[in-house]
């Protein structure tokens, strides 16, 4: 089992580029999550999905849009990146609400 | 809404000694918690949870929490530290009314002395 893969795992963007993030999980995992990570701040909510075809907002989630079109991908795209966003991102997957998240080794991005 | 506090950023003990790592909650349901930890420049790993059952938890590489309801409390400690047990640690919570979302505290830095 890979786990949770995240592609790419560095990107640097200039402001009002776009570009999207693809989380991957082999675990047959329900719920899948996006995460990011600022100094001080913890682990933020960006978007969630509780199973394919669903998405829902988590406690940031203004320039983002996510999509699980299939069960094992979760995709975090940025329209119109702003260097506000520079950031580490993390996905996660779970089994269900009971049972621990599993993360990604994160993805590192830089807007100038 | 849900959230968690982990009232000290960082906690530092001397190897050898025991440690505690701070966490409380606030949730509307019944609250799931979990401990993950974080070594630099790496995704977070999972440490142990309390779904329901025994309020001592056990979780990976010697460490242990106890739920406390009427305190919202969910502490992390360990017996006896190791320098390896260097990290940020992450305390999260999720509750039965709020359909998989999850809320993570702060951080907490732990650094062990020899």
């Known amino acids: 089992n890979a786990g949770v893969t995240q592609t790419p795992k560095f990107r640097v963007l200039k402001t009002g580029q776009s570009m999207t993030l693809l989380c991957a999980q082999d675990?047959?995992?329900?719920?899948m999550y996006w995460y990011r990570q600022d100094p001080g701040m913890g682990l933020r909510l960006i978007h969630y999905?509780?199973?394919?075809?669903?998405?829902a907002k988590g406690e940031v989630p203004d320039g983002y849009n996510v999509s699980r079109l299939k069960k094992q991908n979760f995709l975090l795209g940025l329209e119109s990146a702003a260097p506000s966003q520079t950031s580490v991102y993390f996905c996660?997957?779970?089994?269900?609400?009971?049972?621990?998240?599993?993360f990604g080794p994160g993805t590192r991005l830089t807007v100038t | 809404a849900q959230s968690v506090a982990q009232p000290e950023d960082q906690v530092n003990v001397a190897e050898g000694n025991p440690l505690t790592v701070k966490c409380t909650y606030s949730?509307?349901?019944?609250?799931?918690l979990f401990w993950y930890v974080q070594y630099p420049n790496r995704g977070l790993q999972f440490l142990l949870k309390?779904?329901?059952?025994?309020?001592l938890v056990k979780g990976s590489y010697g460490f242990e929490a106890e739920f406390n309801k009427s305190q919202t409390s969910f502490h992390l400690k360990k017996p006896s530290a190791l320098v390896s047990d260097s990290a940020l640690y992450f305390c999260?919570?999720?509750?039965?009314?709020?359909?998989?979302?999850?809320?993570f505290g702060d951080g907490t830095t732990l650094t062990v002395k020899p």
């Open positions: 996660a997957s779970s089994l269900t609400i009971f049972y621990e998240q599993y």
């Open positions: 949730v509307s349901g019944n609250p799931y």
């Open positions: 675990m047959n995992h329900e719920y």
């Open positions: 999905s509780v199973g394919e075809g669903t998405t």
């Open positions: 999260a919570v999720r509750d039965n009314t709020n359909a998989g979302k999850s809320t």
């Open positions: 309390y779904i329901t059952g025994d309020n």
